[in-house]
């Protein structure tokens, strides 16, 4: 089995107001080719800052972290940019769609930055595919939370990048919509996708391949 995501002794150190704050400490984890894992643990437990280095949205202070065997900590910060814009797609919780772009436009944007022709034709192919063919011309405070939150999915994965990361994408939904996310996300397992998500529903974790559990800063055993 291929491994995809590669992190030794990972660690995160951040200066706060009081002194340095240890995020991470020594995190070993592999993620393998088409695997769906769950990172669970409490609030403060390190889940969403692993997932941001794992996307190389946060640079370790000790260790490395390799996804699909380049080193992601030697990359400066426009190489970090084109490498995800190819093979990365993250989920947050809070949507980050661009306000006064149309949904169409959004999820085009990010085909045209992974160097995709056609955009606004596939755009709107992809937010079909997740229900929302009717609100292509909508902007953001136009829609709600449920279909922000599609709209995201839609852009992350329209490049069909080879990882997908997802910070509790459910956690602003209702549960009704939640689950209609997670469908649309573990579906992607069907085309091949390596899902890494970070949630505290136990219903979600259930649902993964692998789950690892997080406190303070470590995987815990």
Known sequence: ???????????????????????????????????TLGLVGPSGSGKSSLLMLLGGLER??????????????????????RFRRGNMGVVFQSFHLIPTMTAQENVALALE???????MARAAEELNAVGLGHRLDHYPRQMSGGEQQRVALARAWAPRPAILLADEPT??????????????????????????????APELAERCDRVVHMADGRLAA
């Open 113 to 119: 930055l992974a160097g995709q022709e056609d955009g």
């Open 171 to 200: 956690g602003n939904l209702d549960s009704s919509t939640g689950a209609q996310i997670m469908d649309l996300l573990f579906g992607l397992r069907d085309h091949g996708a390596t899902l890494v998500l970070v949630t505290h």
């Open 60 to 81: 370790p202070t000790g260790g490395t972290v390799r996804a699909l065997g380049q080193d992601l900590s030697a990359m400066d910060e426009d190489a970090l940019s």
């Open 1 to 35: 089995m291929n491994t995809v995501l590669q992190v030794e002794q990972a660690a995160l150190r951040l200066n706060g107001s009081a002194g340095p704050v240890e995020i991470l400490r020594g995190i070993d984890l592999d993620v393998h080719r088409g695997e």
